[in-house]
């Protein structure tokens, strides 16, 4: 199985500030179709997780511009500019490039 | 708009059989590019992907669950299933299913649906 490792763990951001996660994968997430198969979601707290990115770094229809992805092979970037308080939760990337589909095991974002 | 909805038992025993059912409107799963999705996440802890069915009837699964998943769909009445057999104090978690219309991946989930596994 791809093992999707995500640091750090958790992370402390001063309101306004930025954010970097970085997600990698045990193998390329490069595709024989030549997509790369990277999602990101947030899981705010009592939510249900929310998709933000796709394709690695096409951002979901209305999320803000504040969020992009960035990477290729097996290094992933999330990265969040500005943060507000509505973006703090738990932070998952996701491949599905290589059967059985893996999580990464989460970020949790929180206000310092 | 696009909604889901998981249901479920609630409780069950262990060896039971686990029927899940995802209820959902706004899209069909006879049109291309769609499919639907389980993912589990027990209390405080992080997401597994279980399975996905698509529009054409492909089916892929996690299997490290051993063969005892099973997907299906009714495209009729807009649903989706997902049955895990012989369950274990393991599988309590809460059940997400979630929209797939290429590219995009689980654009769209449901509210979830928590699932208790005890004797």
């Known amino acids: 199985d791809v093992v999707m490792t995500q640091t750090p763990v958790s992370l402390s951001v001063s309101l306004g500030n930025q954010a970097s996660i970085s997600c990698r994968s045990s193998q390329s997430l490069l595709h024989s179709d030549g997509n790369t198969y990277l999602s990101w979601y947030l899981q705010k707290p009592g939510q249900s997780p929310q998709l933000l990115i796709y394709?690695?770094?096409n951002r979901f229809s209305g999320v803000s511009n504040r969020f992009s992805g960035s990477g290729s092979g097996t290094d992933f970037t999330l990265k969040i500019s500005r943060v507000e308080p509505e973006d703090l939760g738990v932070y998952y990337c996701?491949?599905?490039?290589?059967?059985?589909?893996?999580f990464g095991a989460g970020t949790k974002l929180e206000l310092k | 708009q696009v909604t889901l909805k998981e249901s479920g038992p609630g409780i069950l025993q262990p060896s039971q059989t686990l029927s899940l059912t995802c209820t959902f409107s706004g899209f069909s799963l006879s049109t291309y590019g769609m499919g639907v999705g389980w993912i589990r996440q027990p209390s405080g802890k992080g997401l597994e992907w279980l399975a996905n069915?698509?529009?054409?009837?492909?089916?892929y699964y996690n299997p490290s669950l051993k063969n005892r998943l099973t997907i299906s769909k009714d495209t009729s009445n807009n649903q989706a299933f997902l049955k895990i057999t012989n369950v274990d104090t393991a599988d309590t978690a809460t059940y997400y299913c979630a929209r797939i219309d290429l590219p995009d991946y689980f654009d769209y989930w449901g509210q979830g649906v928590m699932v208790t596994v005890s004797s």
């Open positions: 996701f491949q599905h490039t290589h059967l059985p589909y893996t």
């Open positions: 069915i698509w529009w054409d009837d492909d089916k």
């Open positions: 394709l690695a770094s």
